[in-house]
């Protein structure tokens, strides 16, 4: 099955939420978001990777997913809400092989076009 990663960011509705007593807290509504992706056959690969940047919250998910559709369909219930958007993604999660292949066709490339 295809990997996926695609990262959301929170909101200005989402930072004010942010911290919301359970049962409504980002944790409750990724948890919620989590449940909703296995209905339709995306699955969490590890945890979410979370980062700050100027107090908003930009959360890294990758998944499994029989289509990159599945994976859009997941988005679009997770900001129909509005506490989060996309920022990036989704894209392939790239193998140790894929960047090693990407290397070999960027070498490709500077061979037969030098700068």
Same mark, same amino acid.
């Given at each position: 099955?295809?990997?996926?990663?695609?990262?959301?960011?929170?909101?200005?509705?989402?930072?004010?939420?942010?911290?919301?007593?359970?049962?409504? /807290?980002?944790?409750?509504?990724?948890? =919620?978001?989590?449940?909703?992706?296995?209905?339709?056959? #995306? @699955?969490?690969?590890?945890?979410?990777?979370?980062?700050?940047?100027?107090?908003?919250?930009?959360?890294?998910?990758?998944?499994?997913?029989? /289509?990159?559709?599945?994976?859009?369909? =997941?988005?679009?219930?997770?900001?129909?809400?509005?506490? #989060? @958007?996309?920022?990036?993604?989704?894209?392939?999660?790239?193998?140790?092989?894929?960047?090693?292949?990407?290397?070999?066709?960027?070498?490709?490339?500077?061979?037969?076009?030098?700068?």
């Amino acid at each position: 099955m295809p990997r996926y990663q695609f990262i959301i960011k929170e909101t200005p509705k989402g930072k004010t939420h942010h911290s919301d007593p359970r049962p409504h /807290s980002h944790l409750d509504r990724r948890e =919620l978001s989590r449940q909703k992706g296995h209905i339709i056959g #995306v @699955e969490m690969v590890g945890t979410v990777a979370e980062a700050y940047v100027d107090g908003y919250g930009y959360y890294t998910w990758v998944v499994n997913a029989p /289509s990159v559709t599945a994976v859009i369909a =997941l988005i679009q219930e997770c900001e129909r809400h509005g506490f #989060v @958007e996309l920022y990036s993604g989704p894209m392939p999660d790239l193998t140790d092989k894929d960047k090693s292949d990407i290397e070999l066709f960027s070498h490709q490339m500077r061979t037969a076009f030098p700068d």
